[in-house]
């Protein structure tokens, strides 16, 4: 079964902290990158931090020295660490995979509530 599954949102004052996590499950389909996205209320949805092909990373530039994005890659699990939070971040997370197969598959969000 193919699954994606996000968790660690909440609501938190600004100046604070959460831990987002994302497990995904792809069957016998071989993961290529993981990363998290978000969308502000009357936002598009945006990118936030993400894993390339490669392995290398690349933030947004309004989370580049707060966020920080890890994984387990035997576990199919990202992280996102967010510290220094700010009401500007408030929003849905998304965890996004891309597979080798050129598909992406999204997770149902997790809400972030930044409260200043």
């Known amino acids: 079964q193919v699954q994606v599954v996000e968790s660690g949102g909440g609501l938190v004052q600004a100046g604070g902290s959460l831990r987002l996590s994302c497990v995904a499950s792809?069957?016998?389909?071989?993961?290529?990158?993981m990363g998290w996205y978000r969308r502000a209320p009357g936002d598009e949805r945006e990118l936030v931090a993400r894993?390339?092909?490669?392995?290398?990373?690349r933030y947004a530039d309004s989370v580049k020295g707060r966020f920080n994005i890890s994984r387990n890659k035997a576990r199919n699990t990202v992280y996102l660490q967010m510290d220094s939070l700010k009401p500007e971040d408030t929003g849905v997370y998304y965890c996004?995979?891309?597979?080798?197969?050129?598909?992406?598959?999204w997770g149902q969000g997790t809400q972030v509530t930044v409260s200043s």
């Open positions: 996004n995979v891309r597979v080798w197969t050129g598909d992406e598959l």
């Open positions: 894993f390339t092909a490669d392995g290398s990373t």
């Open positions: 792809t069957g016998r389909i071989s993961i290529r990158d």
